[in-house]
């Protein structure tokens, strides 16, 4: 059993229905001096420290007493878009965007995706295991307890299936909750540049069918925008995955307007992503299919864009908006959710309320994971992070900087940076 006491802000998002949508996202539930009360993997009460049930737990307790610490305690971040297995560093496009060329014109150049792909290809099972479990506790470092995780950096089908399998190796051993994802619809590989209605069908009649049947993925994603997959083409591959059991997401609308968005509508994809270039008839259509707006603005900060998704139009329009860091090699090299945060409260006028919901709640129901995460709930799984702060608000005001010092999964604590030797 573990008791957290004397907690400066218990924000719960305990309250209002799921997914948050409009002004829904800025209730949070918050206790002040609060208390959480665990039992095994679940949490067994939540109230005032001052109501703290000391009847149900003995002296053999574990207890987290925040005296004079100023800790705020959250649900744990839900990661909800992530690109974590990859080999070798894409650091000179970094230089190159630096020096004025886009993103664009680095990936027509050979790099971009294609580059990581060379990379993965010929970098073993083991060498993989090893990078992901370092990135794996840098997620669990900066507050994030569970995550998605795409593949897309193989494009074969060896070499997807082996991003899929080191997943699944790693979902076995970390204490970081994995939900895994195909995306072997990342990119057209260089061998099929030239006959890329070939590389559709082998999605769709070889490796969609292997990856459900072997039950290595729950979702199956699609980037589809220009340069990439067409609508057309996203189709086709979202019907085979459809059909084979698999939950449907989509990277929309991230470089140009094409019509992923309203494809995921039409198709009620659990979540659409990016969404830079949406238009007032993509919102509409999401909210109509009930489709969560994953915001990622952390790319478009660290590419040096200027345009970022609408979020504002989009949580006035009553779409579920989650928020995520989009962690992969070229574009977004970072598993902070706390800058993210950040990020969408300066660059798209969140509010900190709004962040915090988007990160937690709206990020599990993405995943179709709210039922048990996202939230500080009786009942619920333990999955809280304790943050070094006075209030809440503090973690975007405070940019740049980790704020974590507990991590607790599954009822077990899993990093403590208040203990002393």
């Given at each position: ?10 924000v ?9 949508c409009?002004t829904?996202m ?7 001096d609060?208390a959480?009360?665990?039992r095994g993997q679940r949490i067994?009460w939540?109230?005032?420290?001052s109501?703290?049930p ?5 002296s053999?307790?574990?207890?987290i007493?925040?005296t004079?610490?100023?800790?705020v305690?959250?649900p744990?971040f839900v990661d909800s878009h992530?690109?974590p297995?990859?080999a070798?560093?894409r650091?000179?496009?970094y230089?190159m965007?630096c020096?004025?060329?886009?993103y664009?014109?680095i990936?027509a150049?050979?790099g ?9 290809r ?5 060498q ?6 370092k990135?794996?506790?840098?997620f ?7 995550i ?8 074969s089908?060896?070499?997807?299936l082996k991003i899929?399998?080191v997943i699944e190796?790693?979902?076995s051993r970390?204490?970081l ?8 619809a990342?990119?057209?590989?260089d ?5 890329r209605?070939v590389?559709v069908e082998k999605?769709?009649?070889e490796?969609?069918?292997r990856v459900?049947?072997?039950?290595l993925?729950?979702f199956?994603?699609v980037?589809?925008?220009t340069?990439?997959?067409t609508v057309?083409?996203?189709?086709t591959i ?9 939950g449907?997401r989509?990277?929309a609308?991230?470089?140009r307007?094409g ?12 979540s659409?992503?990016?969404?830079e270039?949406v238009d007032d008839?993509?919102i ?6 009930g489709t ?6 952390g790319?478009a900060f660290n590419l040096?864009l200027?345009?970022y998704?609408?979020?504002r139009a989009l949580i ?23 800058l993210?945060?950040s990020i ?5 006028s969140m509010?900190?309320a ?7 709640i709206?990020g599990a129901?993405?995943l179709?994971?709210?039922?048990r995460l996202?939230s500080?709930?009786?009942?619920k ?6 943050m070094?702060?006075?209030d809440y608000r503090?973690i975007?005001?405070?940019l740049g900087?980790n704020h ?6 599954r009822?077990?604590?899993v990093?403590?940076l208040?203990?002393?030797?």
């Open positions: 059993m573990l008791v957290l006491k004397n907690i400066a802000q218990v719960t998002l305990g309250v209002g229905p799921v997914p948050r409009g829904e800025e209730e949070l539930g918050i206790i002040p609060g959480v009360l665990i067994a939540v109230g005032p420290s109501d703290l000391l009847h149900q737990y003995g053999n307790a574990g207890t007493d925040g004079g610490l100023e800790l305690a959250l744990g992530t690109h297995i990859f070798g560093s650091v000179d496009e230089e965007r020096r004025g060329k886009s664009q014109e990936s150049a050979g971009g995706i294609r580059a990581s792909v060379r990379q993965l010929q970098t073993s099972f083991g993989l295991v090893r990078h992901g479990e990135v794996f506790r840098q669990l470092r900066h507050g994030t307890t569970t998605e995780a795409k593949s897309g950096y193989g494009l089908m060896e070499d997807e899929l399998r190796r790693l979902r970390s204490r909750e994995v939900v895994p994802t195909f995306l072997g990342h990119a057209v590989p061998e099929f540049r030239d006959s209605h590389y999605l769709v009649k490796m969609i069918p459900a049947r072997e039950g993925a729950r199956c994603d980037f589809c925008d340069g990439y997959f057309e083409e996203a189709r979202l019907t085979a995955a459809r059909d084979h059991g698999l449907l989509i990277h609308e991230e470089l307007h019509g992923g968005a309203r494809l995921a509508a039409e198709f009620g994809a659990r659409a992503d990016h969404l270039w008839g993509d509409a259509a999401l909210r109509r299919a969560v707006a994953t915001l990622l603005p790319t040096g200027t345009r998704p609408p979020a006035e329009a009553r779409v579920p908006v989650a928020l995520a860091t989009d962690f992969n090699p070229g574009s977004c090299f970072t598993p902070n959710l706390q993210i945060l969408a409260c300066s660059q798209m509010t900190p709004e962040a915090v919901t988007a990160a937690t709206n129901y993405s179709g994971l709210a039922e996202g500080i709930e009786r009942g799984q333990a999955d809280i992070v304790l070094s702060i006075p503090e975007p005001y405070r900087v974590c010092v507990v991590a607790i999964k009822g077990r604590v990093l403590n208040l203990e002393r030797p």
